[in-house]
């Protein structure tokens, strides 16, 4: 039986708080590729099959063929940021994008304005901006962020709006009392209480407006319990936190390899170097605390130590990140695996990854939008843990509980959630699914 899902028919708003080197990327590359100029490589949603029935029906349809998701020759795309320049400019300052084909998208990308940011220094230490917005309270500047979304949806006629973080990482904050219902964070936002930073401003008017949000940074955001409770009392789906690209992928592909075949790892040293505006920021050790309680958490739910002593419990796993201006948006991610195997005998893994940031990224925040708007169409509230997929720290629907890493496991729930919404048989592979 397949569940009611309501038309995917109409425009889509997609909204990004922050129009940096992801955004752009990804906004360029949908007017690139609805032209016809290029394809939407990395994107689940464009170009990712999904079987369907017995290996023998030979039944592997496009996953938007399958189900009914936001057209993205409708999608119209808006913003804020610190900083006026419109998507054309910052593109080619983010200079991810081959300035030829940005000029070929100059009138759609000039079009696309920042609206004024809801920020605060304290929060991002190495940014300076000034095209942001003022007001007396946490709150005011939230009532202004829900107008602005009630605003842009009238001026572009969108039937349906989703927002994707794209915002700087902002310092790590802890959990606190504040976060902790719904009346205490709006008390707390009536009193500016310094531990609701902006990303938790625009993750409340997001939800407020019954917009589907997503975090694509590794700060709090929607990961409080408040926002959480938010979310369901208004049936808006929500999702994060910090998109799952370069190592971090490269990680939750070959953990879960090595640990099927029961080898063991005495160590993992991960260092990068990046010289994007991601990455001057995260070289404030505040904002790269976040990134790294994110980036370290992925293989302990792999490898599971506990439960493997021999081969994991004295796993020593270092991250580094290294501001490095010469190497731009084109991160360099260097791996050294120490393994050992049969009697246990040692051996070495080393990967360079010269990855592009943006370019795995932008496809992320595609697919982030148009499933969070196929869950709001399906009715779907709160947490979606079927989109950890996405993600390096996803969030859990359970309180304390280790979130799902492995890439593998990730994939299957979340084409199992897309079948069991059509109202296709799971595909478990037991049994005779070959029949
Ligand atoms: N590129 C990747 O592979 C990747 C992976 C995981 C997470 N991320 C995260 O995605 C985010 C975006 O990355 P990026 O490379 O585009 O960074 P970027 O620095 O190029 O862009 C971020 C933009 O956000 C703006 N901004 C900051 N605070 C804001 C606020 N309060 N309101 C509105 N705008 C604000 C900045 O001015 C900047 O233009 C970062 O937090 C990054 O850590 C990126």
Redesign the pocket.
Known sequence: MSQNIASAEGRLGILL???????TTLIAGVYAVNKGLSKPIGSATQMGTIRIGKRTDNHTPLIKDFIPLADIQQVAFG?????EDNVYE?AVH?QVLDKTLLDQLKPELEAIK?MK????KR??KK?E?SWVKTGATKMDLADQLRQDIRDFKAKNNCDRLAMV??????IYIEEAAVHQTIESLEEGMRNNDENIP??MI?AYAAIMEGVPYAN???NLSADIPALVKLAKDKGVPICGK?????QTLMKTILAPGLKTRSLGIAGWFSTNILG???G???DDPASFKS?EVSKLSVLESILEPDKNPDLYKDLYHKVRINYYPPHG?N?EGWDNLDIFGWLGYRMQIKVDFLCR??I??APLVLDLAIFLDLASRAGMSGIQEWLSFYF?SPQTPVKGMMPMHDIFKQEMKLKNTLRHLQGAELITHLGLDYE
Do not use: H, I, M, Q
Not at 17 to 23: C, K, R, S, T
Not at 165 to 170: H, I, N, Q, R
Not at 242 to 246: I, M, P, R, V
């Open positions: 708080p922050g129009l940096g080197a992801v955004a913003g804020w940021d610190v900083f910052a983010a920042p940011a809801v920020f605060d929060y991002v940014l901006g973080w794209c915002g700087s990482t902002e902006s990303s625009y694509g940074a590794p910090d998109f799952k690209t370069g994007n505006r991601d001057e920021v995260l990134k948006d991160k940031d943006s795995l990224a390096k």
